[in-house]
């Protein structure tokens, strides 16, 4: 009503600045039910990025909070009406809006990672909207009984199914904000709001399932819903491990620009054969194809791009006709459907399962987001020192993706990594801030004078440059720390004082550090604390004020497993053991020790040893 008041009727953009709670929800909702098309922005993204978004997708008014004003009105200049939700008084009517809005109406602008160097805007509308929903309904079989969580930022696509799936059934949502509260209060929060359907990215979950003890029991969870980058193997060993008996593990398949369209269910039975976990069969209407180069479709099991064809992809991208023409086809055998280009590679096996195989593009997916590195190229290269960039993405000694930064700097200005880090971060977003930096002299080049992505070499375990000097650890337990730390980084060295998010740490591997520091020392930590004290010395001293402050959490008693009959084997013992079969002898998994030295080579001392 306060909306309508000031804005009147009509369809036009509104921004939404708001925290990751109920209010974000029932903002949604007011501006659909008014007419309007809501474009999300997360007060946590950088910004630059949300002045870019504000701009780019030509709202007329912000609708914000007390908490979030100032950022509002400094955003705005002046050239936005402002709605803050604190002061909206009680004089308006609570009659239902008596508009029409159709199908094809508008319903929102979400931002995703652009190949030009700025977000995209993915547009979709209300008809869309109630297909996802309906899709999430039949697929997951939700009812009023439900009760779902709320996990990933509103500024993606991904939340859209978990409200409107739940609040067009009658079930209740429960946000969650994982950024503000960690990982490691999840699992009681889960049990105490009775949770029944947990979704988050791959990446969230895993760090979450190594939280668990076992204990936990989750009595009332019956989905746990995964999507929005690779499901490994060892992802469904931590659902068999961790979760209920008769709960479903469910992995989704999907993107902005169409939303869910496969799923591929796990039972406590299912036995996965391959590294990667299938994305499935398709939902509803949607038909897959698998296309070469021209468009054509490729050969029975044959790889080519993954492209979707449905009556509900995306209208386009605002303000993007030359990008929304090369990426959706028209069918001419359907007037209605359109073929949307995903960008991702895979082949359909003989019962219509798809895999998939990765990207035909340098799109990548980082902890369930999709970013074009183009972006974060064009990011570095407009720093002072930085005269060519090019990002790729490694996956790392824990199977994990992280982006790596090449860098070429000007003449004698070699910039520190910290340095760098802490610029991009006023650029973009925390998931699209590299782990790692890599200076070169050049970058290496195709024969026909083509960036070679390939020769790029993978970055070492080095500790990066910083402006920090090195201090080593200086008792006992600034060693246990270091040794933490270089687990959850993948680093091989670590100073008393550097900093944790300059080293490569990010927010999923603040709560997996957090979550460690708990398990060893027995002590509670809140996430805040490594925020706070982001440095080796800082946290030991956090972690010497909890204990004389309480005597620790109790550990559950150690039971001699019986020797009455064979072990079993490990999960990673019987790979080994399979691997020795198909190849004896194989000298794989040697365990070979590397040492980094300084100073002059003695080759002929080299060559006798």
Known sequence: RALLAQRGEGAESVALLLEHNALMIAAILGVLKAGKVYVPLDPSFPYARNAYILEDSQVSLIITNNENRFLAESLSENRHSLIDIDEIGAAHSDENVNLTITADNLANIIYTSGSTGQPKGVVQNHRNLLNVAMRYTNGLQISAEDRLTLLQSYSVAGSVSNMLGALLNGASLFPFDVKEEGLTRLADWLIEEEITVYHSVPTVFRQFANTLTGREGF??????????????????????????????????????????????CV????????????????????????????????????????????????PGYWRRPDLTRATFITDPQDEVARIYRTGDLGYMQPDGCLIVTGRNDFRVKIRGFRIEVAEIELALRGLNKIKEAAVVAHEDQRGEMQLVAYVVPEPEQAPATSELRESLKDKLPDYMVPSAFVVLETLPLTPNGKLDRLALPAPDLARPELDTSFVAPRNALEEQLVEIWVEVLGIARVGAHDDFFELGGHSLRATQLVSRVREVFQVELPLLSLFEEPTIAGLAERIEEARRGAQGLTAPPLVPASRDAQLPLSFSQQRMWLLDQLEPGSPTYHISHALRLSGTLDTEALKRS
């Open 219 to 264: 009595p009332e969870l019956r989905l746990i819903r995964v999507g929005g980058e690779p499901v490994h193997a060892e992802d469904v060993q931590l659902y068999k491990k961790y979760f209920p008996p008769d709960s479903i593990f469910v992995n989704s398949y999907g993107a902005s620009e169409a939303a869910s369209v496969l799923r591929y």
């Open 267 to 314: 039972d406590k039975d299912t036995e996965i054969s391959d590294a990667m976990v299938p994305v499935g069969y398709p939902l509803g209407d949607i038909e897959i194809l698998l296309l070469d180069d021209d468009g054509k479709a490729v050969a029975f099991d044959h790889v080519g791009e993954i492209a979707i064809k449905s009556r509900y992809t995306s």
